[in-house]
Structure formats: structure tokens, C-alpha cells
């Protein structure tokens, strides 16, 4: 079992920026693809960011040019800088992390709150 655990959230005025940090621990085998996904009150759970263990990335068009995915494969870690940040970037966001033959595991989520 792999346990993510992340970091970083909290509340920041529009224009602000935040980084959230997930670190993987337990019994990893080879985590491949990492990222972010992010669930507004009432709205479905979409894709932020993904980085494959190759480092390729793929972002949502809502947050392309003002956020950026990265990770630490020695530390199983994956970070998203945040920058310049919109109310309508308020969400639940989770980090998730793919391994080969055991699928996909996602970390507990830490609120974004974007607000004046």
C-alpha cells in the first residue's frame, strides 16, 4: 500500500501563489505518472496536471502558463507551483500516483481556498 501525503494548501488573495508538495511512502514499487486533480463544491473532480516518471507533462488549459508540475523521483515527490491564482482555482485538490500493477493510489486532498 502506498500512502501520498500532501502539503502546501491554504488560503491565498487572487493574484497569489501557493506550491503544494505529495510525497509517496510505504510499499512503492515504480511510480510512474503522478499529479493533481481538483474538485470544486458541486463540479466533478478534473485533471490539473500529470508528469510521467520521464518528466512529460500535460496540463488543463484553465491552468496552462500559470501552473507548473515537477517531481523528485528520488524522493517520490510531486510539487505544483501555483502562481497567479484565481477564485475559481478554489478546490479540494488531490494528488494521485500511478504504479505498475497495482493502479492508482490518491492522497487525503488539501483545500485551495482563493479569495479577497
Known amino acids: 500500500q502506498v500512502q501520498l501525503v500532501e502539503s502546501g494548501g491554504g488560503l491565498v488573495q487572487p493574484g497569489g501563489s501557493l506550491r503544494l508538495s505529495c510525497a509517496a511512502s510505504g510499499n512503492i514499487f515504480v511510480i510512474n505518472a503522478m499529479g493533481w486533480y481538483r474538485q470544486a463544491p458541486g463540479k466533478q473532480r478534473e485533471l490539473v496536471a500529470t508528469?510521467?516518471?520521464?518528466?512529460?507533462?500535460i496540463y488543463a488549459d484553465s491552468v496552462k502558463g500559470r501552473f507548473t508540475i515537477s517531481r523528485e523521483n528520488g524522493k517520490n515527490t510531486v510539487y505544483l507551483q501555483m502562481n497567479s491564482l484565481k477564485p475559481e482555482d478554489t478546490a479540494v485538490y488531490y494528488c494521485?500516483?500511478?504504479?505498475?500493477?497495482?493502479?492508482?493510489?490518491w492522497g487525503q486532498g488539501t483545500q485551495v481556498t482563493v479569495s479577497s
Open positions: 508528469i510521467t516518471s520521464g518528466s512529460s507533462t
Open positions: 494521485y500516483a500511478d504504479q505498475d500493477f497495482r493502479g492508482r493510489s
